[in-house]
């Protein structure tokens, strides 16, 4: 299993972020996880990094508990969070050799994988600058590139074309895809735009901290009578609040 | 990291090493920061001493084997005053790393995460270290003389009182919800701690104007971190200076782990969206 989430609940307060979820995701395969704003993505993520620990529930990574076993866990995930978390003042190079450091990763082993890790997110000429001269569509790519340096076998991505144009968006949900499938990497994209879903993945949708629908597109597209994913998420979450979120 | 995923003994190594080479690199970008660290405790000694040295008595008492100037007297107090505010300088940045995501980054590293808050702890108090140096040297080329001997005997001391320090910073970081916020630090931690204490005027002077005061600075922790750094300055020991450095310094990074820690600190329950 790549990632399975059992009877996941958290609160916040008395508000309930996650009620009851559970999900089954597939090793090797994109899954979109699909909700409007303050459906629980972001929470979600949180708890499968273990930033947060959930109220009732258990969650496993590649078969390793997160509870018991949160090194391992954590060894083998990429994150990429909502809100930036590079470095500005540091240079793209020092970003990543600093994320380096924190995965243990030793100097002689490190070059080598920052030149194929920039060079694959098409930044091997901004090795030098400093994050700060980046645009927002670079850093985003940059933040994947690290994500990706210590080889991760799942790879987590809350939200990570927020504030980009329409290009950027399309070639970053374009490489994410190629990087599932070159390296057979589990990737869990949380997204509120339901055009960044592709044909052949797997859709969790998300609403009010509860799982609507879980499956592969085809098999959601059957199960709600619809012919396109945006079509499929109004009548999961049957509100119209949510639409305004779910288009570019 | 092992085949398990788990990490290595040298994978500790370099994690603890990229830690402190990505706070010297910031610190090293902030040089305002540093002439910050320098010029306040140097305004307070060239300024406040000149115009206390003749208001102020200061009779014999150790570590001191003669009558010393006012200005040697609070030397110590301004070192410690040092490692306080950079504490709370890295206290204030790590809120900052929070609200900008990159500790994070940090705290979904794979190393333990008492681990990672001591590395942290330890980058804070290096550059704490370079601070106080500096303002020894400064203050004993300009004003007053140091034994030469006490730079070195005063490291290992510095080193626990940085830590403990930042300890307590990171526990303070721990509790504060927001960046805006931490103005009351300065009101409620670094002014008290530093007045009443006895890095301004030995105690037995707040004992003749107050009992209270006095109580209360015996019960300030930063009482003995001025004691401590005293002491070892003039090269003598002060085992209850010393020991309650340590035991403070040993309860604050607990309690701070505690903080981090997201079954039960302040990070659980913050809204995540």
Partial sequence: MGISIENVSYAYGKIAALEDVSLAIDPGRFTALLGPNGAGKSTLVAL?????????????????????????????????????????????????????????????AVGERVDTCLARMGL???????????????????????????????????????????????????HVHEICRDEAITVLWATHLVDEVWPQDQVAVLHRGRIEGFGSVAEILSRTGTTDVLEAFKQLTDTNGALADTQP | MNDSGAPTLPGYFTCLRGVLWRE???????????????????????????????????????????????????????????????????????????????????????????????????????????????????????LVDLPLMGYLVAAPVLVATGLMLGALGMLLSSTIRQLENFAGIMNFVIFPMFFLSSALYPLWKMKESSDLIHTICVLNPFTYVVESIRFALYMQPNILANTVVLVALLLFFALAVLGYDPKRGMLHRRVAG
């Fill in chain 1, 48 to 108: 499968l990094t273990g930033l947060f620990v959930p109220d009732a529930g258990r969650i496993a990574i590649l078969n390793h508990d997160l509870a018991s076993q949160p090194r391992e866990v954590l060894a083998r995930m990429g994150i990429v969070f909502q809100g930036q978390t590079l470095d500005l003042d540091l240079s793209v190079d020092q970003n990543m050799r600093y994320f380096a450091a924190l995965h243990g990763m030793s100097n002689r």
């Fill in chain 1, 124 to 174: 091997s000429e901004r090795r030098g600058e400093r994050v700060r001269t980046l645009n927002s569509g670079h850093r985003r790519r940059l933040e994947i590139a690290r994500a990706l340096l210590h080889r991760p076998r799942v790879l987590l991505l809350d939200e990570p074309t927020v504030g980009l144009d329409v290009p950027s968006r399309s070639a970053i949900v374009e």
């Fill in chain 2, 24 to 142: 010297s690199l910031r610190f090293f970008q902030q040089r305002e920061r540093f002439a910050a660290a320098l010029v306040r405790p140097l305004i307070w000694l060239l300024i406040f001493g000149a115009g206390f040295r003749s208001v102020l008595g200061v009779s014999i008492i150790p570590p001191y084997d003669t009558y010393m100037t006012y200005e040697t007297y609070i030397v110590p107090g301004l070192a410690a005053m040092v490692q306080l505010f950079n504490g709370m300088q890295s206290s204030l940045s790590m809120v900052y790393d929070r609200e900008m995501g990159s500790m994070r980054l940090l705290l979904t590293s794979p190393f333990p995460r008492w681990y990672l808050l001591l590395g942290k702890l330890c980058a804070g108090t290096f550059v704490s270290l370079l601070q106080v140096y500096a303002f020894l040297v400064i203050a004993d080329l300009v």
